[in-house]
Nanobody
Framework: QVQLVESGGGLVQAGGSLRLACAAS????????MGWFRRAPGKEREFVAA????????KYADSVKGRFTISRDNAKSTTYLQLNSLKPEDTAVYYC??????????????????WGQGTQVTVSS
């Protein structure tokens, strides 16, 4: 079992930046692909980014590519999501997820069995 706790959300003006963190419990953090998803008001949860176990490989949704950066620190069992050039449409609850073995950086929520509680990001225009 893995427990995830997100932090770093908040209210920011358009064009601003935030850094989200996701701390994981357990000793198996480095075995798993890590993912970030988000759910905007009135919309379904969607993929944002994923990172391989080593941190070398990453994948992004087209809507955030070039603005968001995912990273991880296996020594601290923590993954990060740097959000730059934020837009009002980035407003959402952001979730980290894990539990995916292997080399595929999946975009599907169904491939990640462990989830955090989410952190709210609100971008004002």
């Amino acid at each position: 079992q893995v427990q995830l706790v997100e932090s770093g959300g908040g209210l920011v003006q358009a064009g601003g930046s935030l850094r989200l963190a996701c701390a994981a419990s357990g000793r198996t953090f480095s075995y798993y692909v890590m993912g970030w998803f988000r759910r905007a008001p009135g919309k379904e949860r969607e993929f944002v980014a994923a990172i391989s176990q080593s941190g070398v490989n990453t994948k992004y949704a087209d809507s955030v590519k070039g603005r968001f950066t995912i990273s991880r620190d296996n020594a601290k069992s923590t993954t990060y999501l740097q959000l730059n050039s934020l837009k009002p449409e980035d407003t959402a609850v952001y979730y980290c997820a894990t539990g995916l073995y292997g080399s595929i950086l999946s975009r599907s929520m169904n491939d990640y069995p462990y989830w955090g509680q989410g952190t709210q990001v609100t971008v004002s225009s």
